[in-house]
Structure formats: structure tokens, C-alpha cells
């Protein structure tokens, strides 16, 4: 019987709270895997040998072999295309990821056939952004009958520490234009431009940025207008970042050696928290409207416990074949949230 969960970057920050609260409910079926057998190793050690390590590099798809009985891929690295997703529907092994890469989401999407033809789940739209803000807003389209748009709203604790891959993509995408479809038209939108004002941890401003949930969104629900914008925990910092980018000033960040300088330094200040928040607000057509939200400290952390009911979801239902992401699966999307609260109690969370 297949019934091994194999967690890819496993001994991470984000997959070592996966790896260690699976354990729990599958004891010895959790195998923390990675290019460091000395990382998976001594996780493996710690949790009292209740995971397992192996030892495993993604970069050469095709050749890859992974543990016996393996059911169930978590993904909580980056991947630079879909080749290894599509190893693992034809192995017939579901998978789940927590990437908020665009691009990626949008080649793993291209294999919902083999998936449904392979009865294959991959599960898409898996942590914070996207993920909470998906089921938000889904949540609102499933209480305000003919909903038409919904503004999504995110603050990020400028504290929470990430992986340089992390940092260089926020870098890259404080100075990108995009695409978002508004009334079945395409439309550029600049990054940290179109400000709006709403309160979310305090009344403040937010800025367009470049998040996957708002594209996907589009696609997958009856919205005609979906818009994500961020703001930093520091609000100097929030209004400083818009100045720049007005100035065009942001394209310096683009630069790998202005990331290689400024990482270290994002990493060692102190400036702000690791507090996080989002919220969502749906309008349907005769302009009512519908706002929830989610508020905590740790965004790798819930990332983390949302791939953990996400994967617990699954084994509940496990023919969700197809590709589908987090908001098209979820039936009770306030009881799915509330869940995440035994992970952590102080997540606050507002939603009828």
C-alpha cells in the first residue's frame, strides 16, 4: 500500500514544521527529504527518528527516485519548470505545493489532464498568498450571490525572515508590470502603483503587487476584477517603496549584485516584525459587500500549517483528481481556517 509522505526541503523552515506535525498523525510515513542528507539527518534526530531522512536533488527530474510507497509529494522548494510534477503524475503520486511562482503555477495547470487521466491530485494555492487570500475571497463569493470583483489586501512583517530566493523575488517584482484581466480585458498594472486605504492591522495604505493569487483567481471564479495589493508592517518603508517606484528608482533591484548587497542586510535588521494580515473583500453587483480576514505572526509558519490540513484534506478526500488549487477544494472554508488555530492560537481570524 502506497502510503509515504515525501516532504521536499523538508528540514526548512517552512517544511520542518510540515515534517515535524505530520508526524504526528503518520508516524514513520513522513520522509524528510533533500540535497543535505546531513540536514534530514539531524531533523530526523530530533524528532526522536518519528520522520525519516533521504537524501534527493530535483534538478535532474527524469532520474530521480523517490522512496518506496511514496503517496504524496510536498513540495516546499523552488523549481525552475513543471518536469518533476509531471514525474510524479505519471508515477501516480499526488503532490502538493506551496509555490507562489506564477509562471510555474501556470505550466503545473497545463497538466490537469494526465492528472484527472493518471487519478493524479495536485494541489495548488497552498499557504499565505496565495492560499488564505484565496479562500477569503472564495469565501465571499460563496456568501454575496452575484459577486463581480474583489480587492485583496496583505500586510508583511519586514521581521519574518525568508530564503535569498524569497528576498530576490520580492526584489524583482517591486519594479515589474503585469498583466490582470478587469471586465474580460487585459490591463498593465505596475507594481506599487493603484494605492488604496483600508484598515488591516491599522488603517494604511496598499500597492498592486505581483502575487499569483489574483491571476488565479480570475481564472478559476466568476469575478470580473481581482486586485492584490501589499504593504510592509512599516509604514515609512511602505511609502518610501511607492516613491521609488513612482521615480522609476526600483529598477536598481533589479541588479543580482544590488540583491547580493541588500539581502544580507534585510536579513540582519530590525527593523519591523514577523507580523502578518490579510483581508478580502468581495462587491457583487448591486454593490453590496462582504470583508474577512486573517492576522498573525509567522508567515512561514502558516504557510506551514496550511500545507499540513491541506495534506490532511486529501487523505480525507483523495479523489480530487486534476489540478486544482486550495479555493476549489475546500468545502468549509471557516472550519478549514479555524483548524489552523491549533497550530497556533493567537491567529486571529474574521469571517461569518
Known sequence: MKDNIVVIGGYGAVGGVISRNLAHYFPGKVIVAGRSWDKAEQLAKKLEHKVLPYQLDISDPENIVLPANTSLVIMCIDQDNARFVAQCIERGIHYIDITANQKLITEIELLDDKAKKNEVSVILSVGLAPGITNLLVQQGINQLPESISASISMVLGLGEKHGDAAYRWTFDNIHSSYILMQNDKPVTVKSFSIPEKTTLLGNRRFYSFNFSDQHTLSKTTQLKQVVTRMAFDSEWITRGMAILRK??????????????????????????????????????????????????YGEGKVTAYCAIETALYLNDNPALFGVKHSHQIIKNIPDFLQRLKKYDETLQISID
Open 247 to 296: 521615480t522609476g528608482l526600483t529598477r536598481l533591484f533589479r541588479f543580482k549584485m544590488i540583491q547580493n548587497s541588500l539581502i544580507p542586510i534585510f536579513k540582519k535588521l530590525g527593523i519591523g516584525s514577523d507580523v502578518f494580515g490579510v483581508k478580502a473583500e468581495v462587491v457583487n453587483s448591486k454593490g453590496m459587500r462582504y470583508s474577512c480576514s486573517l492576522t498573525g
